[in-house]
Nanobody
Framework: QVQLVESGGGLVQAGGSLRLSCAAS????????MAWYRQAPGKQRELVASITRGDSTMYADSVKGRFTISRDNAKSTVYLQMNSLKPEDTAVYYC??????WGEGTLVTVSS
């Protein structure tokens, strides 16, 4: 079974950038939907962005134009480039595969 490990979180000032990575222990080539979710304190987990095997992408309205999801099937890795970060982007970010598998999450904190 594929396992997912996120990395790249940290503390950044508002307006800054971070790049999250999600490394899979097995091949993700056959997995159609890969996604990033986030969960802020006291809030429900929400979908941030998703990408299909054909590189079709979808973004939450709150991150459109600021975040970019991409995947490298050869490296079994999915990325989330986050620019122009806002304090409201503060959350634990989770990688998801095929709407079934989850990583442990990586914390992103954006200071004002």
């Amino acid at each position: 079974q594929v396992q997912l490990v996120e990395s790249g979180g940290g503390l950044v000032q508002a307006g800054g950038s971070l790049r999250l990575s999600c490394a899979a222990s097995g091949s993700i080539f056959s997995i159609n939907a890969m996604a990033w979710y986030r969960q802020a304190p006291g809030k429900q987990r929400e979908l941030v962005a998703s990408i299909t095997r054909g590189d079709s992408t979808m973004y939450a309205d709150s991150v459109k134009g600021r975040f970019t999801i991409s995947r490298d099937n050869a490296k079994s890795t999915v990325y989330l480039q986050m620019n122009s970060l806002k304090p409201e982007d503060t959350a634990v970010y989770y990688c998801n595969a095929a709407n079934l598998l989850w990583g442990e999450g990586t914390l992103v904190t954006v200071s004002s």
